[in-house]
């Protein structure tokens, strides 16, 4: 299993996503997501974070709360256990939103994020955010780009 963060950065009610388009094999071209990524060894949670923030970002996080842990299984792909962030305070210049590695950065308002090109999953965990729960545990099984399974703290709801 592979472990890796994720983390929504805030700013008026918006969170900065990240559009997927520059890798040619990517699990997720074309989906918006937030910013985040797989560890390096020997790093914590946080550590991968902050590493994984500045390098796609260009800042460093001073706000940062852990709201979820999220398991994912995809048939083809190696499973992935992530880390799940909300953040609302940085310092230093944040990038050119183009000049990301990953694809574009863009701030897009929380009221419209179900517009976007998101996987299912997102939109369970993003509404799970928006709604302030308390930490929470969610397991998404996919087949292809179809959800086939959702569980939240060991109930399926999907």
């Not at 060894?41 to 940062?64: A, K, N």
């Not at 310092?91 to 009221?111: A, I, N, Q, R």
């Not at 929470?136 to 703290?153: I, N, P, Q, R, W």
Request: with cysteine; aromatic share 10%.
């Amino acid at each position: 299993m592979i472990p890796t963060t994720l983390c929504y950065i805030e700013k008026d009610d918006s969170y900065l996503m990240l559009h997927r388009i520059k890798k040619k094999k990517d699990v997720n071209k074309d989906k918006w997501i937030g910013v985040g990524g797989k560890f390096e060894e020997s790093e914590s949670p946080e550590e991968c974070l902050l590493r994984e923030v500045r390098e796609e970002t260009g800042v460093t996080l001073t706000s940062f709360r852990l709201r979820g842990i999220v398991t994912f299984v995809s048939v083809g792909w190696d499973s992935e256990l992530m880390f799940l962030y909300t953040a609302d305070g940085w310092e230093g210049e944040m990038k050119d939103l183009s000049d990301c590695d990953e694809g574009t950065l863009e701030w897009v308002p929380k009221d419209q994020l179900n517009r976007l090109n998101l996987w299912e999953g997102d939109k369970i965990f993003l509404k799970l955010l928006n709604e302030d729960r308390p930490f929470f545990s969610l397991k998404l099984s996919y087949e292809g780009d179809d959800l086939v399974y959702a569980a939240l703290d060991g109930e399926r709801i999907r």
